[in-house]
């Protein structure tokens, strides 16, 4: 049975770093990502890694800011977070998409970043 558990998220100050971990049982996966969720908006995509060649993908609003990382050997995943602002204030979710899935089909439950001025 798969299971994603998020850890990591906080009260930071702007500009501060934080650094996100996505502890997985169970895959394998084909693409493990962050999302993000601000109140009163949609759930965004963050970044996404492919576990078994490394490929990252990044939204822009976060690029050169943010880095999502990956290490299958212990079945994790992480997002280091660089110079936060206001807005990237967010529940953050790991999520993964299964090898037999069209879509992401396991999420976890959310840890909870704020950033104050």
């Known amino acids: 049975q798969v299971q994603l558990v998020e850890s990591g998220g906080g009260l930071v100050q702007a500009g501060d770093s934080l650094k996100l971990s996505c502890a997985a049982t169970?895959?394998?996966?084909?693409?493990m990502a962050w999302f993000r969720q601000a109140p009163g908006k949609e759930r965004e995509f963050v970044a996404r890694i492919t576990p078994t060649t490394g490929f990252t993908v990044v939204t822009s609003s976060v690029k050169g800011r943010f880095t999502i990382s990956r290490d299958n050997a212990k079945n994790t995943m992480a997002l280091q977070m660089n110079n936060l602002k206001l807005e990237d204030t967010a529940l953050y979710y790991c999520?993964?998409?299964?090898?037999?899935?069209?879509?992401?089909?396991?999420w976890g439950q959310g840890t909870q970043v704020t950033v104050s001025s």
């Open positions: 169970g895959g394998p996966f084909t693409y």
């Open positions: 999520a993964a998409r299964g090898e037999s899935a069209d879509r992401y089909n396991y």
